[in-house]
């Protein structure tokens, strides 16, 4: 047992490590989609000078605070969308293996959670409009549930899920054509299904009082805020060692 403890103490820290690198590649990935291009190539460039970006610029988290927030080259700011999507993704590898430990669990719940926030983070940018990422973000959550030997489909509440999903994706587009309707819905039925098992449907409200919120022009930042919020919220509750 006490082997077992040592060992977990020593893996810690290396998958925190590896989580913000990941993050350092979701970044990439996140401000790609947006603008539509390759994700492998060509390698980063400060998007204002073009210059190329070198191992010391690309340290997660570290490189932007030791920068201050600025590009090494032409002293633009860096958004600080950067160190905390580092941040985020090193907590979700790190913490999904204290909860599961090594082996297909925590492959399991740190590569549907990782999707999950990247998911969340195109949401909130809003610049995505394709229903792909979400559609993804979707099916990787639900079937990454059978290789743990759990059907996804046993528990009968979760039939109602889609159902939410639709009225929240409704709720939140109607007379408002920069509304990803495809983003509301498929993130309602990720965060609905992933606390299904501590919670009961009554977490659909908040859900569909933001999408409730995001229908109004006067009301529209908030209930785009608030819903992302709740998703970080739901990612958070899903990582959390308890
Ligand atoms: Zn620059």
């Not at 032409?74 to 941040?87: D, F, G, K, S």
């Not at 990454?144 to 509440?157: A, E, H, I, K, S």
């Amino acid at each position: 047992m006490a082997e077992k403890e040592a060992l977990q103490l020593l893996l810690t820290p290396f998958f925190f490590i590896f989580g913000s690198l990941l993050g350092s590649f979701s970044n990439v990935v996140i401000l790609r989609m947006a603008s539509g291009k390759s994700v492998i190539f060509p390698p980063s460039a400060c998007p204002k000078c073009n210059h190329q970006l070198h191992a010391i610029d690309l340290i997660p988290v570290l490189s932007w605070l030791t920068l201050r927030g600025r590009c090494r080259y032409c002293q633009t700011r860096i958004a600080w969308q950067y160190p905390v999507v580092e941040a985020c993704m090193a907590m979700i590898l790190g913490f999904s293996y204290l909860k599961a430990g090594l082996g297909l669990p925590f492959i399991v719940l740190a590569g549907r959670t990782a999707i999950w926030f990247v998911a969340s983070v195109l949401f909130v940018r809003n610049e995505v409009q394709s229903p792909n990422p979400f559609a993804w973000a979707v099916i990787f959550y639900v079937y990454l549930n059978f290789p743990l030997g759990v059907c996804p489909f046993v528990d009968r509440r979760v039939l109602a899920i889609p159902v939410i999903a639709a009225v929240a994706a409704l709720l939140a587009s109607f007379r408002n054509e920069r509304t990803n309707d495809f983003a509301w819905g498929c993130l309602s039925f990720i965060a609905i299904y992933s606390l299904l098992q501590r919670f009961s449907l009554l977490t659909a409200i908040p859900v569909l009082l933001a999408a409730l919120l995001n229908r109004y022009e006067r009301t529209r930042s908030v209930g785009h805020l608030l819903f992302f919020g709740l998703q970080i919220t739901a990612i958070i509750y899903a990582i959390a060692p308890m």
